[in-house]
């Protein structure tokens, strides 16, 4: 497997870019249905409609239903739950952000992981680390910072808090991944996420749910199969071309968000983002940098 990987950084590449295209697309239907339609309600359908592409998937490669057991199933719980609690706090931030603005703040997460793996698992502290964090916060406060000396509302400032909390939650949940990937698989990791945040989100029903026009409903239906397929798309991306080889298409992922805020939500893109965009990117390269150096090193004694 690791021979077709290392053979085809051309279609990893192609698969991470339309994964951002996907991506992109899931958010645009949500915060299209955000000023009607309550997060956790968004939530639910974006789960439930995106185990039609998974399921498809996991047939497709002879995974179903073998691929699901499991041997963790605490550290599924802990992975779907950090997953779940950052998929809300997603929804919530694009409901108050640009698109781009919350898909930049997400650029976090490789940040934080870099960070968590020296506090929780252990491993050193490098000079791509601290420079890889140091980049990212001078790129938040960039962005950030402006707005509230403009006085910007508390909408804003709560939705950037909230994409910077998604981005925290979803680095513990990639942490806690690198854990159980050692005996789970990625169809049973990915089916259970999914399920629990489904079930969260199907939770919030008696606080109260939204009745759904034809266009909404067809909104949140598309919003799963967006996520869903995205999913897909990042997870081959990834076994077809390196993490620290896909890192530069971090920017023209980032297009796309901009493109559907001006063209279908009249947003320009502001001048923060722009100045925040090199530096939280450069900060997300210095961190793949190092994962690639480690995993590097961790091959070599095999090739002696």
């Not at 513990?172 to 089916?191: K, Q």
């Amino acid at each position: 497997m690791q021979g077709d990987e290392e053979a085809r950084p051309g279609l990893g590449i192609g698969l991470r870019v339309l994964s951002g295209v996907l991506f992109t697309g899931m958010l645009v239907c949500i915060k299209a249905v955000s000023d009607e339609v309550p997060v956790g309600q968004s939530v639910f359908f974006r789960s439930l409609f995106a185990l039609l592409p998974i399921f498809v998937f996991l047939l497709l490669r002879r995974e179903f239903p073998q691929g699901l057991a499991t041997r963790r199933p605490l550290g599924h719980a802990l992975r779907s739950g950090l997953g779940a609690a950052a998929m809300f706090a997603s929804f919530a931030a694009v409901a108050l952000l640009p698109v781009a603005e919350a898909t930049l703040l997400a650029q976090l997460t490789p940040v934080f992981m870099a960070v968590g793996g020296v506090l929780l698992l252990g491993e050193r502290f490098s000079l791509n680390r601290a420079g890889g964090v140091v980049l990212a916060l001078a790129g938040v406060a960039v962005l950030i910072l402006p707005g509230l000396n403009a006085g910007s509302s508390s909408g804003q400032v709560t939705g950037y808090a909230l994409g910077a909390l998604s981005a925290l939650l979803t680095a513990g949940a990639l942490l806690t991944v690198r854990r159980i990937s050692r005996t789970e698989s990625a169809a049973s990791i990915a089916f259970y996420f999914i399920l629990v945040a489904a079930l969260a989100g199907l939770a919030t029903l008696p606080l109260g749910w939204a009745a759904l026009s034809r266009v909404e409903f067809a909104l949140l239906v598309l919003s799963g199969l967006f996520g869903g397929a995205a999913h897909i798309a990042m997870t081959l991306a990834l076994r077809y071309a390196e993490a620290s080889r896909l890192a530069p298409f971090e920017y023209i992922a980032l297009v796309w968000p901009v493109l559907a805020d001006w063209v279908l939500f009249g947003i320009p893109v502001s001048s923060g983002f722009l100045l925040a965009l090199p530096l939280m990117l450069s900060g997300v390269a210095l961190a793949a940098m190092e994962g690639r150096r480690l995993r590097l090193r961790a091959k070599r004694p095999l090739r002696q």
